[in-house]
């Protein structure tokens, strides 16, 4: 069987040497690097993920929970996520909520009695306990947990006014704005802050309705919408929606009841992810979150916690957003 010592004698290197190369330790030149690679794949050695994980007390493995892996924001951000994760050689166990408690629950324990390294939260269905309590570096999207867990987001107040002023710009004079579940403390509901005290400062009409835990299927979507979006269509003018998905239903639900869009319906959605830049007609307008910096700023903060330590204070991330000005404006 070939070991360590059998890559650094073909590599010309110590035993030290490899062992900084596959786990990414301390600084190690390019040369350096592409020897101990070229042995190993020379060699076709594999290190032995449960030593490893012995050795150094790590296994190498972040935990990620979401709400809804079928959601193209999430699908989108894991890819980033999993990108920068493998760039420090560590690997993924991916575990899909579906937005209910008790499988969240549940999905926590599973990955402390699988050692897991850390976890990054994206699911926003339990309490903040459940998560103070794990004793393990956490880092969360969206969402405040505590003063000590770090979280990464987007300024979703800024996207919010952005968003607002967008549609009043345009000329609308009763907006409507879709949001997310108002009852959690969630980052994302500032974007109905920004909106509720833009429309004031603006003097004109304006309505939130709570689009909470909709799924992330045109099925679903539509059904909201004729249910409880419908009554208001001849009443507003302007539609500011949580997320591309609503955004787009809404677009093929009005214009199946007669609406113009977006002569009579301006609609401006949010996230900005690969669903929506598939659309070409119409192209949605919308607030683009910047998910590849996101993922990887969620990946940076948990290894930083999981190989130097948590601090007493968290360091949080907030990127910027922009409006992408599309056709339904």
């Known amino acids: 069987m070939v070991s360590i010592k059998d890559v650094a004698k073909l590599a010309g290197v110590s035993v030290t040497t490899v062992s900084r190369v596959m786990n990414n330790r301390g600084y190690?030149?390019?040369?350096?690097?592409?020897?101990?690679?070229?042995?190993?794949k020379e060699l076709d050695y594999h290190p032995n993920q449960i030593a490893r994980?012995?050795?150094?007390?790590?296994?190498?493995?972040?935990?990620?929970?979401?709400?809804?892996?079928?959601h193209p924001l999430f699908s989108e951000l894991i890819n980033w996520i999993e990108h920068y994760a493998g760039e420090r050689n560590y690997k993924l166990l991916v575990c899909n909520s579906l937005q209910e408690a008790e499988k969240e629950i549940n999905y926590i324990s599973m990955l402390r009695q699988n050692r897991v390294d850390g976890i990054i939260m994206c699911s926003h269905t339990l309490?903040?306990?459940?998560?103070?309590?794990?004793?393990?570096?956490?880092?969360?999207?969206?969402?405040?947990?505590s003063s000590s867990i770090p979280y990464v987001a987007s300024d979703n107040y800024r996207g919010g006014e952005i968003a607002t002023n967008h549609l009043i710009a345009k000329g609308c004079q009763k907006i409507l704005h879709i949001s997310g579940p108002l009852?959690?403390?969630?980052?994302?509901?500032?974007?109905?802050?920004?909106?509720?005290l833009t429309c004031i400062k603006s003097g004109v009409d304006w309505k939130i309705v709570e689009g909470a835990?909709?799924?992330?299927?045109?099925?679903?979507?539509?059904?909201?919408?004729?249910?409880?979006?419908?009554?208001?269509?001849?009443?507003?003018?302007?539609?500011?929606?949580?997320?591309?998905?609503?955004?787009y239903t809404l677009?093929?639900?009005?214009?199946?009841?007669?609406?113009?869009?977006?002569?009579?319906?301006?609609?401006v959605g949010y996230d900005y992810h690969s669903f929506t830049r598939m659309l070409k007609n119409p192209a949605l307008t919308t607030v683009k979150q910047p998910l590849d910096r996101i993922g990887k700023a969620l990946c940076a903060s948990l290894i930083e916690q999981i190989e130097n330590g948590g601090s007493n204070t968290a360091d949080h991330t907030v990127y910027?957003?922009?409006?992408?000005?599309?056709?339904?404006t």
């Not at 994980?53 to 079928?70: E, H, K, T, W």
């Open 213 to 247: 835990h909709v799924k992330a299927t045109f099925e679903d979507n539509w059904a909201f919408i004729e249910k409880e979006i419908a009554p208001y269509l001849n009443d507003y003018d302007g539609i500011f929606c949580s997320n591309d998905i609503m955004a």
């Open 251 to 267: 677009y093929v639900y009005a214009g199946a009841k007669g609406f113009q869009v977006p002569d009579q319906l301006k609609i």
């Open 28 to 40: 190690i030149g390019n040369k350096t690097r592409q020897k101990v690679e070229r042995a190993m």
């Open 183 to 196: 009852n959690v403390e969630l980052l994302a509901n500032r974007r109905s802050d920004a909106f509720q």
């Open 127 to 145: 309490e903040v306990e459940a998560y103070n309590n794990t004793n393990m570096p956490i880092v969360s999207f969206d969402r405040i947990l």
């Open 320 to 328: 910027d957003v922009e409006l992408i000005q599309g056709q339904t």
């Open 53 to 70: 994980a012995l050795l150094s007390n790590q296994s190498y493995i972040l935990g990620v929970i979401v709400p809804d892996l079928g």
